[in-house]
């Protein structure tokens, strides 16, 4: 059974740093894609960051040069560093593993609170 546990969400003040960690259970984690999203209250949930099996990774537009994913596959864990946080990065994050080859397998974690507020 696959699981997906995000962690290191909570309160911070605006410029501040947050680093969230996702770790994953029940997968050869190494092939997937993995990636955060968030979703504010009132609005869609929007793709943050992704990075692939070999390591490559993209952002959205809104966070580049804030935000840095990396990914430990020894550990099973990908994460999330947020610098220079604002309070628009107020938001549920969360994690999403994602595989495709004769079919689509598609995992979502909880979420993890994340707010930016002096």
């Known amino acids: 059974q696959v699981q997906l546990v995000e962690s290191g969400g909570g309160l911070v003040q605006p410029g501040g740093s947050l680093r969230l960690s996702c770790a994953a259970s029940g997968m050869i984690f190494k092939i997937y894609t993995m990636s955060w999203y968030r979703q504010a209250p009132g609005k869609q949930r929007e793709l943050v960051a992704t990075?692939?099996?070999?390591?490559?990774?993209d952002y959205a537009d809104s966070v580049k040069g804030r935000f840095t994913i990396s990914r430990d596959n020894a550990l099973n864990t990908v994460y999330l560093q947020m610098n220079s946080l604002k309070p628009e990065d107020t938001a549920v994050y969360y994690c999403?593993?994602?595989?495709?080859?004769?079919?689509?397998?598609?995992?979502w974690g909880p979420g993890t609170q994340v707010t930016v507020s002096s």
């Open positions: 990075i692939t099996g070999g390591g490559s990774t």
């Open positions: 999403n593993a994602y595989l495709s080859l004769w079919g689509t397998l598609n995992y």
